[in-house]
Structures are given as C-alpha cells and as structure tokens.
C-alpha cells in the first residue's frame, strides 16, 4: 500500500512562494503517475501538476502553467511543488496522489478521478 504524506503548507501574501513535499513510501517500481491536487471549499478537486516518475514527463493546469513546477528526488523518492508567485486564487488544499500506470496518458495525468493513492492534504493560503 503506497503512503504519502504532505507537508509544507502554510499562509503567505500575495507574490509570494511555497514548496510542498510529499513523502512517499512502499512504492514497487517507477511506473506511477504522482500528481497534487488542490481543493478550494465549496469546490471539486482539481489537477495542479503532475508527473510521470518513469520518464519525468510533466503536466501542468493551465492556471499555474509558469508558476508552479513538480519534481520529484528521484523516480520512487519524495514529490515537491515549488510554487512561485502565489495568488489567492491559489488558496486551497492540496493533496498529494498517485496512481501505479504502464505508459503516457495525457488524460490520466491531472484526472483526479484516476488516482487511488491520496496523501491527508496540506493547507495553502494566500492573502492579498
């Protein structure tokens, strides 16, 4: 069973930056897309970014396209999102996923829905 397990949130104005980490353990091998997530009250969960750990391809919501980049120390170690030039739109929780996959699949990548491995969230808030 694949655990993971956030940390790095926090509260931070406008412009400003945070990187969350996600710990991850009892992964088998590298084919796993890892992804974050966000979810703001009173709306669905939404794709941030995400990573395919085999290959390292990357994917992006357009709304932090620029912004926002995912890494990940190595293709079974811990999952960061450095995330520069915060808005306050960007006030949520985010969790960190993942899901065990064979091969590239752009409409899986930021598919919450897809994922079956969920972190407990890390809070994120950005004032103006």
């Known amino acids: 069973q694949v655990q993971l397990v956030e940390s790095g949130g926090g509260s931070v104005q406008a412009g400003g930056s945070l990187r969350l980490s996600c710990a991850v353990s009892?992964?088998?091998?590298?084919?796993?897309?890892m992804g974050w997530f966000r979810q703001a009250p009173g709306k669905e969960r939404e794709g941030v970014s995400s990573?395919?750990?085999?290959?390292?391809?990357?994917y992006y919501a357009d709304s932090v396209k620029g912004r926002f980049t995912i890494s990940q120390a190595n293709a079974k170690g811990t999952l960061y999102l450095q995330m520069n030039s915060l808005k306050p739109e960007d006030t949520a929780t985010y969790y960190c996923?993942?899901?065990?996959?064979?091969?590239?699949?752009?409409?899986?990548?930021?598919?919450?829905?897809?994922?079956?491995?969920w972190g407990q969230g890390t809070q994120v808030t950005v004032s103006s």
């Open positions: 990573i395919y750990s085999r290959t390292g391809t990357t």
């Open positions: 009892r992964v088998t091998d590298s084919s796993y897309y």
């Open positions: 996923a993942a899901v065990r996959y064979y091969g590239e699949n752009t409409h899986l990548a930021l598919d919450a829905r897809r994922y079956n491995y």
